[in-house]
């Protein structure tokens, strides 16, 4: 029948539906389109529907009850009280976009109150709905059903048609679902000494330990002097506690003058210094040399020169003597001379790098105090010097 198709179209915004809820009640209003009850109008319906949430199933009992007060066609004074009661099963799909669509079906029964002369009778009915929930909050939302009830009235059958609306209330939150707690799984430790050095892994504090090396109790390798060098490579093993020390494990003397890192006052003493017990230059050696009878510095002296330079600008405290010296060749009044000029030669270099005149003296010593045989050309060449003794102020 055409008036079966009567099923609302329903499209609202969405909010949370009231599954989270144990009941459900709804009031509800509409209109019944009377098909075949004899000599009825088509009428408004008024009543209530009632749904408990609380079983595991995907089906919730409602219980429905429906008043209608409908008039006869003929006579039109005449009219009848009509109760509707049924209990259905519904089944709410997952939200679809703006609604919660659902369906039902069940049993009914309904009683009229004056059935006149028009063969209708109290009876049993089946019916079968469709419809659709709006949320507006958690627990409240409205509700939209058309519901067909079909009723066997006597020898024949009889249709009705409910189109319903009202506001679904639910109430009686559900107690949240208590998850059991799966207890933590250990790890079983497969233990091992990967680095062989009798440790096991799970107390190995360095696991890592070369091959070979003496290790203690927590898998380190054994530095009896604790100066971070293993007692297996370290060459100076009682170094005393606190000395800088290289990769052998011996202590820095980065300057070479014998004095310790650690100790020395004068870290950049210029190498082959003469030091005193602080690691400070007292005579320093140039290796300025010059050509027979000349007192030009060579320019592969020049990097010698700098760096004595560099000390004086660093230790401020210094003063240098610029001493000269030649070989035994030739006069030895013309050599003092000579060793002179040499000595100035350098003492000007140095004065123009920076270093306060003040600070800088030159002397010679001509052909005193050799340091190579002056019988040979090489031991000639290294006896024309220049070497530098310095004062602290």
């Known amino acids: 029948m055409k008036k ?52 595991d199933s995907v089906i919730k009992p409602e219980l429905s009850v429906l008043y209608s007060k409908a008039d006869y066609e003929a006579p039109s004074t ?55 929930k709006v949320p507006f909050t958690k627990n409240i939302a409205l509700k939209l059903e058309a519901v067909y009830m079909l009723k066997y009235n006597d020898t024949r059958y009889d249709n009705n048609l409910a189109v319903l609306a009202g506001l679904n209330i639910a109430f009686g939150k559900k107690a949240e679902e208590i998850v059991p707690q799966t207890a933590p799984v250990t790890p079983v430790v497969v233990d091992g000494d990967d680095d062989h050095d009798g440790i096991l892994n799970s107390v190995d504090e360095c696991i890592n330990t070369p091959a070979g090396f003496t290790v203690n109790a927590q898998g380190c390798a054994l530095d009896d002097d604790k100066d971070g060098v293993a007692n297996t490579v370290d060459q100076c093993p009682t170094t005393a506690f606190g000395i800088e020390v290289d ?41 300025v040399n010059f050509d027979n009878n000349s007192a030009k510095v060579k320019e592969n002296s ?41 000595a100035n030669s350098v003492k000007k270099i140095i004065t123009e790098e920076g270093i306060d005149a003040s600070r800088v003296t030159a002397v010679g010593m001509g052909e005193e105090n050799p340091i190579a045989d002056n019988a040979t050309e090489a031991g000639r060449s290294e006896n024309r010097r220049i070497e530098a003794e310095l004062t602290k102020n």
Not at 253 to 279: F, H, M, R, T, W
């Open 247 to 287: 990769t052998k494990g011996c202590a820095l003397d980065d300057d070479k003058d014998g004095v310790l890192n650690a100790k020395d006052a004068c870290p950049n003493s210029p190498i082959g210094s003469k030091v005193n017990s602080e690691g400070c230059p007292v005579l320093v050696n140039l290796h």
């Open 78 to 132: 005449l009219n009848t009280n009509v109760w509707r009661v049924a209990l259905n099963g519904v089944y709410e799909y997952d939200k679809l976009g703006a609604v919660i669509p659902l369906v039902k079906a069940g049993l009914g029964y309904e009683n009229m109150s004056d059935t006149y002369a028009t063969a209708n009778s109290n009876s049993a009915f089946v019916d079968a709905g469709l419809g659709a």
């Open 302 to 342: 020049m990097n010698d020169i700098n760096k004595f330079t560099n000390f004086l600008s660093t230790y401020t405290d210094y003063s240098a003597k610029i001493v000269g010296y030649t070989s035994n060749t030739g006069n030895a009044k013309y050599n003092q001379k000579l060793s002179e000029r040499r």
């Open 4 to 55: 079966l198709l009567l099923i609302p179209a329903l499209m609202l915004g969405s909010l949370a539906i009231a599954s989270d809820y144990n009941y459900e009640v709804t009031p509800v209003i509409g209109y019944n389109i009377a098909e075949g009850n004899i000599g009825l109008d088509n009428h408004a319906a008024y009543g209530a529907e009632a749904q408990y949430n609380g079983l």
